[in-house]
């Protein structure tokens, strides 16, 4: 399963999704996940457009006022659809992966607000977790938290906010996810000026994922289009 994330940041102008359509070409994506498009409104006609095919199948969550916005898109040749559900700040897809037979749920993230909205994410997420028992998971997207204070540099007074921290890693512990490794970058986010960075976007996976794909990784492109970075999601394994 190849997976490519992004934070793009608006997907309002050519630039960037020239970017996003190169990527998905360069890479032969099965599933694309973005976070924060600011786009109310999405088409068929522009789905094939950002993926150059046709044969595309997605789901927007519009959020509110633009806020939370998230897209995700999959070749239907490579991912069979079976349903979905939108959260505050989430879509999971569940469907069937053509090439390994596997049923999988991959969910697209975009974790924003205060300590309690993100609480009330790490619940939401786990009530679907709990709800598909049988499938193989995926969380990808920009989670806003690092798991350690060594993921942030930059940031005046983020040591303090351990409670932030020690939730995050709870909720992966809890639900048996794996932080897969990073190829690349050690940072998914920078300020433009450079004076801060963080690791912000992240990729998470059931051990039953691991036992498909034994070699996922989580390869960190450089920064291009967004003050993100995207993420390509591939095991060199079965891709």
């Known amino acids: 399963m190849i997976i490519v994330n992004l934070n793009i940041r608006g997907l309002e102008g050519g630039i960037k999704a020239k970017y996003l359509k190169h990527l998905i070409a360069k890479e032969g994506a099965d599933f694309v996940c973005i976070q924060e498009i600011k786009v ?15 044969k595309v199948g997605w789901v927007h969550n519009e959020g509110v006022n633009r806020v939370r916005s998230t897209l995700s898109m999959w070749h239907k040749e ?15 897809v569940v469907g069937l992966h053509s090439k390994s ?17 993100k609480a009330s994410m790490w619940d939401a997420l786990s009530a679907i977790r709990n ?13 806003n938290v690092v798991r350690c204070v060594e993921e942030r540099k930059g940031v005046r007074g983020y040591s303090s906010q351990k409670k932030e921290i020690k939730d995050f890693n709870e909720f992966i512990f809890k639900n048996l996810m794996v932080d897969l ?20 976007d992240t990729i998470l ?8 794909w034994p070699m996922s990784k989580q390869y960190v492109q450089p920064r291009e289009v967004s003050d ?9 394994a079965k891709d």
């Open 101 to 117: 037979n596997c049923l999988c749920v991959i969910v697209n993230v975009y974790v924003v607000g205060s300590l309690s909205d």
């Open 228 to 236: 993100h970075c995207a993420i390509v999601v591939k095991s060199w």
């Open 131 to 143: 709800s598909h028992q049988n499938e193989v998971w995926c969380y990808c997207g920009d989670f």
């Open 181 to 200: 490794p990073i190829v690349g970058k050690k940072f998914t986010w920078y300020k433009s000026d450079g004076s801060a960075k963080s690791r912000l």
């Open 205 to 212: 996976v059931s051990e039953e994922w691991l036992q498909v």
């Open 78 to 92: 490579a991912f069979i659809y079976s349903s979905h559900v939108i959260g505050r700040g989430f879509i999971a």
């Open 40 to 54: 109310i409104e999405f088409s068929d006609r522009r789905c094939f457009d950002l993926w150059g095919d046709s």
